[in-house]
Structure formats: C-alpha cells, structure tokens
C-alpha cells in the first residue's frame, strides 16, 4: 500500500517570527501609562531664573530704581533679591555688612551693591522708603538714547555738565569710568552718587541718589531737581525726533 508523503514543516523566515501572535508579548491584566516625552527645549531660551525675576513684579520701585534696572545690572529683579538676602540672614545684618555680602558673595558691583542694599532694607521695613543709612536721599533715573560713553561723558566733562546742570553746587570727589561717579553737593554737604548702565549700543540708564539729605522734605525738593535736570540731559544728549 503506497504511503502518502507527510507534508514537510514550513519554516518561517530568517528574523521574522512564525506569526503575529506568537510574536506578540503576553497581554496583563495592568495597562501601563503612557509615557509622554518632554518637550524640546528651545535654544535660545533665556535661563529659568531670569524668565521668573523679569516677569515677577514688573511695577516694583525700591531705592528709586525700578525691578527690570535692577535685573539688568545684577541679574536678579527686586523680587528674588530679597528672598536671596532673606535666605543669608540679612535682616540681622547692619547696613554695611549686607553690601559687602552682595559684593563679596554675589559679585554685585559696588555702587548697585549699595542701592540693592537699600532697598532690601526699605522691603523689609527697615528704614523708610527715602531713608538712607547716613540720612534721606532722593532717587531719580532716566534712559537715555545715547551710548553710555556719551552718557558718562556728560556728566564727567565739566564744559558739558555746565550745559544742562547749571549752577549746581557740585564738586566731582570719584570716578568710575563708564560705571559710577560721586559727587559733594558743596550747600549743606551731602552726596551725590550716580551710577550707568548700558541697555544696548545705542541705550543707556542713570540714576541719581542724592544722599545725606536732613530731613524727608528735603527729598522732595532735591527729587524735583534731579527730574529737571535729567530731563535736560535726556534733552541734550538725544537726536531731535525726525
């Protein structure tokens, strides 16, 4: 009796499972979350700390100087300043010792070391909002369309200072080149410090502290001087709109 040949065992191909379902993983009972990948991050993103002080309390004014200036030239906004002094027991500290905190530690320069310590001090109630550590003061600032070597120069070139401070009783005592200058209010005796920043090639901020002041309404008298006079400076050193 003839046999019938048994049907030879086809084999899968080489890689390739014999079928979908045994390939397939045994299924459990648990389904597993999915995982979602975390979006790219942009390059040209501006770091995380910087973002967070900028959009923080934009209106903020302490020692006359608002919240951007300040996170522009130390790199931290009012904000996260005084949560930053809070966390180094600056509250404890005298005045003196918190600039230096800020200049040793922090690497802040010596004339923002001041105003930051300043208003850290006006924040947490410990002077009055124009109260300094040797009296009151009177703070004003301007941006300047103008590069701030011209800046500069028109407040340290005598023959150009005469064109927009006038009379002003004033005697140059320090210079910072491009950075800060000090002057002695001669009447009364009391200071004046100022200080630059540069917000571009073509853009440039001053403030002024008049310090040393007697009593609170000297501050509003000087306050109003420095408005003026600044808005003069402003005057001069910008092109006239076309």
């Known amino acids: 009796m003839a046999t019938t040949p048994k049907a030879s065992a086809r084999k899968p191909r080489s890689g390739r499972p014999a079928s979908r379902k045994a390939a397939a993983a045994p299924k459990s009972g648990v389904r597993k979350p999915a995982v979602r990948k975390a979006p790219a991050r942009s390059k040209t993103a501006l770091p995380r700390r910087v ?38 027991g600056a509250k404890a ?23 930051v310590t300043v208003g850290y001090e006006q924040a947490r109630g410990l002077r009055a909002v124009n109260q300094a550590p040797n009296g009151f003061a009177a703070n004003a600032s301007r941006t300047v369309a103008t590069p701030l070597g011209k800046l500069y120069d028109a407040w340290h070139d005598p023959l150009v200072r005469a064109r927009w401070l006038p ?9 910072n080149d491009g950075k800060s200058i000090r002057m002695t209010w001669t009447v009364g005796n009391s200071n004046v410090d100022v ?47 076309r």
């Open 195 to 241: 200080g630059f920043h540069a917000k571009g090639d073509d853009k440039s901020m001053v403030a002024v502290q008049h310090g040393k002041l007697a009593k609170a309404a000297d501050v509003t008298r000087q306050k109003a001087f420095w408005s003026d006079a600044l808005d003069r400076l402003k005057a001069l050193l910008e092109p006239a709109a």
């Open 51 to 88: 973002v967070r002080g900028s959009v923080a309390a934009k209106g903020v004014r302490l020692a006359g100087v608002g919240t951007e200036a300040v996170l522009k030239a130390t790199g931290r906004a009012w904000e996260e300043w005084i949560k930053v002094l809070d966390r180094a």
């Open 167 to 175: 009379d002003a009783p004033v005697v140059l005592r320090k210079s």
């Open 93 to 115: 500290l005298p005045h003196k010792d918190i600039a230096l905190l800020l200049s040793r530690q922090f690497q802040v320069p010596n004339w923002w070391s001041q105003m």
